[in-house]
């Protein structure tokens, strides 16, 4: 069951174990999310139906509340649609749609969804690899193998 102010996670990929996609539930069936324009610069804060945003399932991701204090639904709600509509810059590693839902969540955002592949940051977002094809290139070629290796349960790290 979701209730507004929740945050809600929106599996993505085969079987939905590559990255995942966040807004905020407002109670009556939609999310707030901020989604990246087609350049993958700038992004946007939309409302949409959750049945429309789903491209598989979704569940109630509220795993931070045990280590952040979660605001209180009646401001994360007003603060979420007062976002509605507004733009800012896109970054698949620092603001992201996890960055922002958090944010509104629990005032601070927080992401872990870029964290599954240690190179990404160093190699994609040093190289300025910001239009579709560079992050087209960098999501196959890192990515999304450091997303098979975690489901692997491997830590690359250690290796």
């Known amino acids: 069951m979701l209730y507004y102010g929740d945050m809600v996670a929106f599996p993505r990929g085969?079987?939905?174990?590559?990255?995942?996609?966040?807004?905020?539930a407002d109670g009556a069936g939609n999310v707030i999310h901020f989604a990246?324009?087609?350049g993958f610069s700038e992004g946007t804060y939309k409302k949409e139906s959750?049945?429309?945003?789903?491209t598989h399932d979704y569940y109630v991701d509220n795993s931070?509340?045990?280590k952040k204090n979660p605001l209180p639904p009646e401001r994360i709600l007003k603060d979420a649609e007062a976002k509605i509509g507004t733009q800012a810059h896109y970054d698949l590693s620092n603001f992201n749609c996890?960055?922002?839902?958090?944010?509104?969540?629990y005032?601070?955002?927080?992401?872990?969804s870029t964290q599954v592949c240690p190179g990404y940051k160093r190699i994609c977002h040093a190289s300025q690899l910001t239009s579709p094809c560079g992050v087209c290139l960098c999501f196959v070629l890192f990515v999304l193998p450091c997303a098979f290796v975690a489901s692997?349960?491997?830590?690359?790290?250690e290796m």
């Open 14 to 24: 085969p079987s939905g174990v590559v990255f995942k996609h966040y807004g905020i």
């Open 36 to 38: 990246p324009d087609q």
């Open 50 to 54: 959750i049945k429309d945003v789903a």
């Open 64 to 66: 931070q509340d045990n």
């Open 98 to 105: 996890e960055i922002a839902a958090s944010e509104l969540r």
């Open 107 to 112: 005032g601070k955002g927080h992401g872990s």
């Open 152 to 157: 692997l349960k491997i830590n690359v790290l």
